[in-house]
């Protein structure tokens, strides 16, 4: 990222998560065991969608990047965690540091973003039908979810710079399991205060935004399933909103707890962390799969093809 190191330290040494010394070998098997899960269920959420041409569809072409996402997420933290958990070296080195900010923030607020764009998809579908087709066409999702990424980018190279554009010249331990902002500034050898003010700014101003923009889609769908004549209408577009809230919910709530909270709490925060990065992305492929009755057959004709699953399922 064209970051250059202007301080003393070459490396850091992550200390893990607070409080949990001695309890190395039960957080591997743990960890290790949600990070397999949450690859496995996004891979196949992907394999579902590709191989079924009904999911062919705005909501699912936005499902597939959201499972990407939820695959590279805690990718960025997992395996580093799960070296040292296993007994080998906490070093990280300060270009892995960099790296490791830069990706977090890439990806979460990409994620942050997607998930905005999937509640305007959910909108047109319900409040625009006739028209959904011709607003959702291919072109305006690739420009939708390339703009995700882009965004993502934009917002993680400024806080990444403002974060290591600081000295560090010791002391290098990180009380965290991961390189983040926040315990980071805590490291640098300058006054922090106005980055921090920015960074909280930042952090606060961009997931808030993103947050009224979803509020005020699901107010409009809320108002036009209510205007549906039909009990079943109703239920079925209720239906098809569910999992994107729920899945909403459960991404925000850990963004506020950590980022904009006023009295950090470091084993608090590294709890919620670990749910944010590792629980979050494993169950996002089960609450999209298990109320889709078209995911699920694709899913099963996925497992039968790997031979998971015997014919007549």
Same mark, same amino acid.
């Given at each position: 990222?064209?970051?250059?190191?202007? %301080?003393?330290?070459?490396?850091?040494?992550?200390?893990?998560?607070?409080?949990?010394?001695?309890?190395?070998?039960? $957080?591997?098997?743990?960890?290790?065991?949600?990070?397999?899960?949450?690859?496995?269920?996004?891979? $196949?959420?992907?394999?579902?969608?590709?191989? /079924?041409?009904?999911?062919?569809?705005?909501?699912?072409?936005?499902?597939?990047?959201?499972?990407?996402?939820?695959?590279?997420?805690?990718?960025?933290?997992?395996?580093?965690?799960?070296?040292?958990?296993?007994?080998?070296?906490?070093?990280?080195?300060?270009?892995?540091? *960099?790296?490791?900010?830069?990706?977090?923030?890439?990806?979460? =607020?990409?994620? =942050?973003? $997607?998930?905005?764009?999937?509640?305007?998809? &959910?909108?047109?579908?319900?409040?625009?039908?006739?028209?959904?087709? *011709? +607003?959702?066409?291919? &072109?305006?999702?690739?420009?939708?979810?390339?703009?995700?990424?882009?965004?993502?980018?934009?917002?993680?190279?400024?806080?990444?710079?403002?974060?290591?554009?600081?000295?560090?010249?010791?002391?290098?331990?990180?009380?965290?399991?991961?390189?983040?902002?926040?315990?980071?500034?805590?490291?640098?050898?300058?006054?922090?205060?106005?980055?921090?003010?920015?960074?909280?700014?930042?952090?606060?101003?961009?997931?808030? /935004?993103?947050?009224?923009? +979803?509020?005020?889609?699901?107010? =409009? +769908?809320?108002?036009?399933?209510?205007?549906?004549?039909?009990?079943?209408? &109703?239920?079925?577009?209720?239906?098809?909103?569910?999992?994107?809230?729920?899945?909403?919910?459960?991404?925000?709530?850990?963004?506020?707890? +950590?980022?904009?909270?006023?009295?950090? %709490?470091?084993?608090?925060?590294?709890?919620?962390?670990?749910?944010n990065n590792l629980v979050t992305p494993m169950l996002n492929?089960?609450?999209?799969? $298990? &109320?889709?009755?078209?995911?699920? %057959? %694709?899913?099963?004709?996925?497992?039968?093809?790997?031979?998971?699953?015997?014919?007549?399922?």
């Amino acid at each position: 990222m064209g970051m250059q190191n202007l %301080s003393g330290v070459t490396e850091f040494i992550l200390l893990g998560i607070p409080h949990t010394e001695g309890l190395e070998a039960m $957080l591997f098997a743990l960890f290790l065991s949600f990070y397999i899960f949450t690859l496995t269920g996004n891979l $196949l959420i992907l394999l579902a969608i590709v191989s /079924s041409t009904q999911l062919h569809t705005p909501m699912y072409f936005f499902l597939c990047k959201l499972a990407v996402c939820d695959i590279f997420f805690p990718s960025v933290s997992s395996p580093k965690m799960l070296f040292y958990l296993s007994g080998n070296s906490r070093a990280i080195s300060y270009a892995g540091c *960099v790296s490791q900010v830069f990706f977090y923030h890439f990806l979460g =607020c990409t994620e =942050c973003f $997607l998930y905005t764009v999937m509640a305007y998809d &959910r909108f047109v579908a319900i409040c625009h039908p006739l028209r959904y087709t *011709v +607003i959702m066409s291919l &072109r305006a999702c690739t420009i939708l979810a390339t703009g995700t990424s882009i965004f993502g980018c934009i917002q993680a190279i400024f806080l990444t710079t403002l974060t290591f554009q600081l000295p560090y010249c010791g002391p290098n331990e990180v009380d965290y399991y991961f390189c983040d902002i926040p315990v980071m500034l805590k490291l640098a050898c300058a006054d922090t205060s106005s980055l921090e003010m920015v960074g909280f700014i930042s952090v606060g101003f961009m997931p808030l /935004s993103c947050f009224v923009l +979803i509020l005020t889609s699901y107010c =409009c +769908i809320v108002s036009s399933i209510l205007q549906i004549r039909s009990a079943e209408g &109703r239920r079925h577009a209720f239906s098809t909103c569910s999992a994107h809230l729920t899945a909403i919910l459960r991404f925000y709530m850990p963004v506020v707890f +950590i980022y904009l909270r006023p009295t950090p %709490s470091p084993l608090l925060d590294a709890t919620v962390q670990v749910l944010n990065n590792l629980v979050t992305p494993m169950l996002n492929p089960l609450i999209y799969s $298990l &109320r889709n009755k078209e995911v699920k %057959s %694709s899913l099963r004709n996925v497992l039968h093809q790997l031979g998971f699953l015997p014919q007549q399922l």
